[in-house]
């Protein structure tokens, strides 16, 4: 693969000029049998936007002459550009080729649409003083919605009601309030999106059936930390599950960027996360090993070591003394001023091991909850 870098100036905003500048650019590219043209960051908007970043109608015109480039050009190029619509600088790339622009922070060709649709909802709000809610449900923010990312890079949206709700419980919860009075459209209800690069095409018939399969493989995993082999059960396939599970891992970053949600379900996406850079991923287990292991554990619980004698073991032993032997009781006395003074906190530690093995929270005396150390509700 040739890949042809383009050294040029540019002004920043002038969008026509620059745009003429890097549509020569490409033909020289293509004239040299490059594959790829890539462009320095600041050719299109300039090395530090500043506050334009954030202005709508200098963003759409940067779109545009994305655009402009696209129908111009004859070679793929990668053209940097930033938004700063949340307060955050957001930096993503452009891939031009076939008269089309997208952007690789966001979902294929819808890329630089619904960044733009981010843009207009985020300068509203931004004007109102309003939230902006975003549609994201707690499927889309583990597994995104294609093979590339998850969302537009441009982010408006900073609060999601359905953040810890998986779309298949958001589509039944919409279907049984239809069942009262029909307020939400039957095109919405059948337009379930079903993320793809995942293989759900052969886990089920029907789009709904394919999410439940999905959402109810990533509760395994995500509310009850289940790992690989006690997801190979799952109709997605060993494959399916591998896909599925590496998806949940990359987006880990891109997750913690995302939106505020309220918590409602067991175990959410971020009490669930994971170190972002570490590289480790589950596998199934090794069921020979695994069984010897467990053995190991039992042989050394069921024999264990003789520990070294003491020097105070030592001594009894050189006098004659009788010494204990391993795991056999020791009996000893306390005078009965030290038993009256340990009473009251043995009775009311015992109660707390009873609440304890209840399955009940551990109180304090007075019905608040115990202030600190090994029972604290901390």
Do not use: H
């Not at 779109?63 to 696209?70: C, F, I, N, Y």
């Not at 093979?147 to 609060?159: D, E, H, K, M, S």
């Amino acid at each position: 693969m040739k890949i042809a870098i383009a050294q040029m100036n540019s002004t920043p905003g002038a969008f026509d000029a620059t745009v003429s500048s890097m549509a020569a650019y490409g033909r020289r590219a293509e004239e040299l049998g490059a594959d790829l043209l890539v462009f320095g960051a600041p050719v299109l908007m300039g090395p530090d936007p500043m506050g334009l970043a954030a202005n709508e109608a200098y963003l759409l015109d940067a779109t545009r002459a994305l655009g402009a480039l696209a129908e111009q050009i004859g070679v793929p190029a990668l053209v940097p550009y930033t938004s700063n619509i949340t307060g955050v600088p957001t930096y993503d790339v452009a891939y031009v080729r076939d008269g089309a622009a997208e952007a690789l922070g966001g979902d294929g060709e819808e890329g630089v649409v619904s960044s733009l649709v981010e843009t207009r909802l985020g300068t509203l709000a931004a004007a109102g003083e309003l939230l902006a809610l975003s549609c994201a449900d707690k499927t889309m923010l583990a597994v995104g919605t294609g093979a590339l990312a998850a969302t537009p890079v441009v982010r408006a949206c900073a609060f999601a009601p359905f953040g810890d709700v998986y779309r298949s419980d958001v589509a039944a919860a919409a279907r049984k309030r239809n069942a009262v009075s029909p307020v939400i459209p039957a095109g919405c209800l059948a337009r379930l999106r079903v993320p793809t690069g995942l293989g759900l095409e052969q886990a089920a018939q029907t789009d709904e059936l394919r999410l439940s399969e999905l959402d109810a493989l990533l509760l395994l995993r995500i509310e009850r930390g289940a790992g690989v082999g006690e997801l190979a059960g799952s109709r997605l396939g060993e494959q399916g599950v591998a896909l599925v599970l590496e998806r949940l891992r990359a987006l880990e970053a891109w997750r913690r960027q995302g939106p505020a949600y309220p918590v409602v379900s067991a175990r959410s996406l971020g009490e669930a996360q994971r170190p972002a850079m570490d590289a480790w991923k589950d596998r199934p287990a090794d069921e020979a090993a695994a069984s010897r292991l467990v053995s190991s554990v039992a042989d050394v619980i069921s024999q264990p070591r003789q520990r070294p004698m003491r020097s105070a073991q030592k001594a009894s032993a050189a006098t004659g003394a009788q010494v204990p032997a391993p795991g056999m009781p020791v009996s000893f006395s306390i005078s009965p001023e030290t038993a009256g003074q340990m009473a009251p906190r043995i009775s009311e530690l015992m109660g707390y091991l009873k609440e304890l093995s209840d399955g009940r929270r551990l109180r304090g005396e007075q019905g608040g909850t115990w202030p600190g150390g090994m029972f604290s509700d901390n």
